[in-house]
């Protein structure tokens, strides 16, 4: 019995290094599951096509059940194509890159237009350290559910007279419910003890009024989950001194931006954290946080982008395709590669290329 | 705008000099006069710190004479509010406060004393200076910078309504005119102080015709100041820079919203608001400085209040006063004593009483 149990303990002692490999993952999928799933594919724009070619590259790698049917979108389209639009309702899931919006320009942005058009109404990110990250808070563990479609973003500006603009923040009670349900649905499906509602309503006293009692009601609904408000000013100053003190936020759609960016900053850079759009029907996986952020002339020729958010918004989508298997392997895959710190992108300080990342990554997954 | 400045001219007290080309500071150029300044001393930690604030000025030899006015108990109806017509007056007057921290008094019939200051004294920009402070660590050591904010107009205008049941609108009022008065100041306040770079922070991307005005504005101004450096950085870009890296920023400019925000992430980096100074700038060159801080009502009286926001306002009243020399020796003093360590106020971790620290800075002197 020593002697058959011997090449074991080897094994077992030979990887020491790498975690353990204890997880099981115990589903029974229906007979058909593994068959491969059609997935949107958008590469974008600027560092998008960089980066969607990574997340391609690892899913061949893992032979992973996903193919992807690809559609180029440029941020200077006036609208977005109609197959497009078609290809994702057919799917029902898309994968994207970042899509430019010109500055001031008359373009408004197809970031947002997608959003709207889906009624994707819910932008998730999810910002964690990893070990591996040079960062200075501890225990940043915040999931930030913020309001997709209407808020500041609702587009609807105009000149009043020359030199005078107006911009109309629209709150609605409808999206403001649906919002803080599915931030206290999510708390609830993941084990999370507390939703925080971040506003200003001590200024903005009827937009942010209506936001907050929306929350409360659905706050009502879910006696096990701690509830508290917070203005968003004070927000941010807690996020940069305490930032434990927060688990899942739900904000409108502008303070949603500013949170989670600061968010995604503390836990780490917004190069890491994973995100996406989700609506009652069509869920679009892109960069968590700055997903309009394509990157400068400089990173795109030298191909340096940071390709871990989208490798992880990916193993989100793959989860909630239902592959939590192959989730599971990427994922800790780029945790390896991020914790051995030696393929250090342009935002870590470090001098590698996307694909000596996906490299990287490729080697590590079992 | 000739006219006005002509006006101020001939009637200026002789001792009190408006330079044309800015009507923002005040050159006490030959003045051995005292400079009379008014003293909002507040509520709570209020009066105590404010007397800090005076024993302080007082070694120093600021030539400030301080007129204090208090919140009254009733409301005013030519102010709307609680604080007197007198003492607006008094600041309209003198051109220079010092505001301690208000208690807004709960109920109706009356503005909020911070809206009636901002919309009497037509106070248009924010401006909070933020470097973190040697000898009080906190998780970012190199913090240095100013941040400008547009306080009049913006999302804050108060503009809101039902529109039917479960919609409400709320309007974000972006004017030529208040953007180009705060750009103006921004740029100016650089020049001034030396600094390099000029960031304008926005969502110009989502919110095209407004934050594009802004924008619009701030280059406008830029193109006059060829020596600064000017940038444009998206808001949310800039969060996730300044909690990575606040180094890299300098002076930012900003509407009123994210300015808000922005400002008080900055207090965050730098060990909160009890640290942190700020000043007012109204139109003609009126400056309130003000403690950010609450008006603590747990501590008030117990001589355990830190001083320090308070403190430092003053200097940056001071440095609009340009009366830079004593501005830096009040700040150094103070920064010396936080450094040393041996006097700190409860918040910053120590057990000194305030006016122990207040002995403690008066001797760095």
């Known amino acids: ?366 | 705008m000739a006219f006005q400045l002509l006006r101020r001219a001939l009637t200026s007290r002789p001792d009190q000099i408006i330079s044309s080309p800015s009507a923002f500071s005040a050159v006490r150029a030959f003045s051995s006069a005292p400079i009379t300044a008014t003293l909002f001393p507040g509520d709570g930690i209020g009066p105590e710190i404010a007397e800090a604030v005076k024993q302080i000025f007082r070694e120093a030899e600021v030539p400030i004479e301080w007129e204090e006015h208090y919140v009254g108990t009733e409301v005013d109806p030519r102010t709307q509010s609680f604080l007197t017509w007198e003492s607006l007056e008094s600041v309209r007057r003198n051109r220079v406060g010092l505001k301690g921290p208000m208690a807004t008094p709960i109920g109706k019939g009356h503005r909020s004393l911070n809206l009636t200051l901002r919309k009497e004294l037509n106070l248009y920009a924010n401006v909070r200076p933020c470097y973190s402070l040697p000898g009080y660590k906190t998780l970012y050591d190199d913090v240095n910078l100013i941040t400008i904010r547009e306080n009049t107009e913006g999302e804050y205008s108060g503009l809101e309504h039902q529109v039917v049941r479960g919609v409400v609108e709320s309007l974000k009022i972006i004017t030529r005119q208040a953007s180009l008065r705060v750009a103006e100041y921004a740029f100016h306040y650089a020049k001034a102080h030396g600094r390099e770079r000029v960031s304008a922070i926005h969502k110009a991307n989502i919110m095209q015709k407004t934050d594009g005005l802004f924008l619009k504005c701030c280059r406008e101004v830029a193109e006059k100041y060829p020596e600064i450096t000017y940038e444009e950085v998206v808001i949310d870009n800039c969060c996730m820079m300044l909690v990575k890296n606040p180094a890299l920023f300098d002076v930012l400019v900003m509407p009123n919203l994210y300015g808000d925000i922005i400002s008080d992430l900055c207090a965050g980096l730098i060990g909160g608001l009890g640290l942190t100074p700020s000043c007012n700038i109204g139109e003609g060159g009126i400056a309130l400085a003000e403690a950010v801080h609450g008006s603590a009502p747990d501590i008030a009286g117990k001589n355990l209040a830190n001083p320090t926001a308070l403190l430092l306002s003053g200097v940056s009243m001071l440095r609009h006063l340009e009366l830079h020399d004593k501005a830096d020796r009040i700040q150094n003093a103070v920064l010396d004593t936080i450094a040393e360590g041996k006097y700190r106020t409860a918040d910053l971790g120590g057990k000194s009483t305030t006016s122990d620290f207040t002995k403690a800075i008066c001797d760095h002197l």
Request: glycine letters at 8%.
């Open chain 1, 1 to 366: 019995m020593a002697r058959r149990s011997l090449p074991n303990l080897i094994k077992r002692l030979s990887l020491t290094a790498a975690p353990p490999r204890s997880r099981t993952i115990t589903y029974m999928p229906r007979p058909g599951d593994g068959t491969p799933r059609a997935v949107t594919l958008i590469p974008g724009d600027g560092i998008g096509p960089l980066v969607t070619n990574a997340v391609e590259q690892v899913m061949e790698a893992m032979h992973a059940p996903v193919y992807f049917e690809r559609y180029e979108v440029h941020g200077n389209m006036k609208v977005f194509p109609a197959e497009v639009v078609e290809s994702i309702r057919r799917n029902k899931v898309c994968l994207k890159g970042g899509l430019i919006t010109p500055v001031g320009g008359g373009v408004s942005s197809l970031n947002v237009h997608l959003r709207k058009e889906l009624d994707l109404y819910a932008a998730l990110v999810n910002c964690r350290n990893m070990p591996g990250l040079p960062i200075r808070h501890e225990k940043v563990d915040i999931v930030v559910v913020r309001e997709n479609t209407e808020g500041e973003y609702a587009g609807l500006e105009h000149e009043v007279v020359p030199g005078v603009v107006e911009s109309l923040k629209v709150i609605t009670k409808h999206c403001s419910e649906r919002i803080a349900e599915y931030a206290f649905e999510y708390a609830y499906l993941n084990n999370r003890k507390k939703v925080t509602a971040v506003h200003k309503a001590n200024i903005m006293k009827l937009a942010d009024g209506l936001f907050l009692e929306s929350c409360r009601e659905v706050a009502e609904r879910y006696p096990a989950i701690a509830y508290n408000e917070i203005i968003v000013d004070n927000c941010c100053m807690q996020l940069v001194s305490r930032p434990e003190q927060f688990d899942v936020m739900v904000t409108p759609n502008l303070y949603g931006n500013l949170v989670a960016n600061t968010a995604a900053g503390i836990a780490g850079g917004t190069g890491f954290m994973p995100g996406g759009n989700v609506g009652a029907d069509y869920a679009v996986f892109e960069q968590g946080t700055s997903a309009g952020n394509v990157g400068n002339d400089k990173i795109i020729a030298e191909k340096k982008a940071n390709p871990v958010a989208l490798l992880l918004s990916s193993a989100m989508m793959l989860r909630h395709l239902q592959f939590p298997s192959f989730a599971d392997r990427l994922e800790t895959a780029v945790g390896r590669v991020i914790a051995e710190g030696k393929c250090l992108t342009k935002d870590l300080g470090g001098d590698s290329t996307t694909q000596q990342v996906v490299d990287a990554v490729i080697a590590n997954i079992d």
